[in-house]
């Protein structure tokens, strides 16, 4: 066997028939806290796969261990509620534990909308601002189209010109009759 396959052996396990690729997680970026109750734990995480974690303990926060009740990994900004599958002693102290994911319980960020909303009222389901590029295009168009020069060759100036009186009028005798 070459060196690739026996690594992917090594990195995975078999269950029924899926497999399961663990990922190795360097030291400095794997550390973690342990929520069990309402205590804390300090663990490292040594790798990581779709169905769980591996972490180790330190001996002196090994004690503090229980098995029972929900338990809650907070690992790279994430909160993950884990369930323990496996402990394994090591010779040096150290606790090895096998946690599996159970659901995330990380909050999902706001969904960031345009300025629009605040002034519009509903949702407005789309991040970016095209909604107003595309009002801001339809009202210079209309501006073009009144304009004197380019407006009055195309016929269109008096019309929107009229309109646009037209309804200034109306607003004004609303307004007249709130006031």
């Keep these: 066997m070459n060196l690739a396959t026996d690594t992917q052996a090594e990195s995975s396990y078999v269950e029924g028939q899926q497999r399961f690729f663990r990922c190795p997680v360097q030291e400095s970026d794997g550390h973690a806290i342990i929520r069990i109750g309402r205590r804390k734990i300090k663990a490292i995480v040594q790798e990581t796969s779709i169905e769980g974690f591996t972490v180790t303990v330190k001996p002196k926060h090994a004690a503090r261990i229980q098995v029972g009740g929900p338990w809650e990994l907070n690992y790279d900004g994430a909160r993950i509620e884990v369930h323990p599958q496996w402990i394994f002693n090591s010779p040096d102290g150290h606790v090895q534990l096998g946690l599996r994911r159970l659901r995330d319980l990380t909050k999902p960020e706001p969904i960031r909308s ?49 309109t646009f009186q037209w309804l200034a009028s109306g607003v004004s005798h609303q307004m007249d009759q709130w006031f």
């Design 114 to 162: 345009s300025w629009l909303v605040r002034f519009g009222g509903g949702r407005f389901d789309d991040p970016s601002n095209a909604a107003v590029a595309f009002g801001g295009f339809v009202l210079a168009l209309f501006a073009v189209l009144a304009s004197p020069g380019l407006g009055e060759k195309l016929g269109t100036s008096s019309r929107i010109q009229s």
